[in-house]
């Protein structure tokens, strides 16, 4: 394995400086980073300036940061939206856990709960096997806090908004009537009688 050579100095009055081996591995031991492409051809896609994505992770490690997000697909899945949307779903709760031991606790022993009820692992599952696992945590304060925090982490971002066909927030543009007010894409359109023209003044 290939060590990384690094010098510790003490703060005593005579400085000396001891090499220690600092490998890859213990560099990022205990975070890790949950990486993966968009589809080629997709809105995202096209609209990335790259189809790779990356997030880092403070506290938790890759494995522990794919169950988060391979959880909230099972909770809130969408086949369009990609796993970098999921991704920021565990980035927030990781990040929340770097702030708060007990959070963090609470992920780590919600994971392990998930793998055994998983026969394992989690990751290993399939689907069915993973929403099982995941019903059988409903109500547990794990359960809450990851399903709360993907209300905002999955929805509130431009990926789930180019997704969707959300076109953004439009109160500084005038509001909705003129701009987006029927505009949804998923919907056949309403009639005629059941959508008049806006009264503009």
Not at 32 to 60: D, F, Y
Request: proline share 6%; net charge neutral; charged share 20%.
């Amino acid at each position: 394995m290939r060590t990384i050579p690094i010098a510790q100095a003490d703060n005593s009055a005579n400085v000396s400086k001891q090499s220690i081996a600092l490998t890859r591995r213990s560099l990022l031991k205990g975070t890790g980073v949950l990486m993966g492409t968009l589809a080629i051809g997709s809105p995202l896609a096209l609209l990335a300036p790259s189809n790779v994505w990356a997030v880092e992770l403070k506290l938790l490690n890759k494995d522990e940061g794919d169950t988060l997000l391979q959880m909230g697909r099972a909770l809130f899945p969408h086949e369009k939206l990609p796993d970098a949307a999921y991704a920021l779903l565990a980035k927030d709760l990781d990040a929340a856990a770097a702030a708060d031991p007990k959070l963090a606790a609470q992920l780590r022993d919600g994971i392990a709960s998930l793998n055994r009820a998983a026969g394992g692992s989690f990751l290993q599952a399939k689907g069915g096997e993973r929403l099982a696992a995941v019903k059988s945590l409903e109500g547990s304060p794990f359960f809450n806090t990851v399903r709360g925090k993907c209300v905002t982490s999955l929805y509130d971002n431009e990926m789930a908004f180019v997704t969707f066909g959300y076109p953004g927030s439009a109160w500084e543009k005038g509001g909705y009537i003129v701009r987006g007010f029927q505009d949804l894409q998923w919907l056949p359109n309403p009639p005629a009688d059941a959508s008049p023209q806006p009264y503009l003044g």
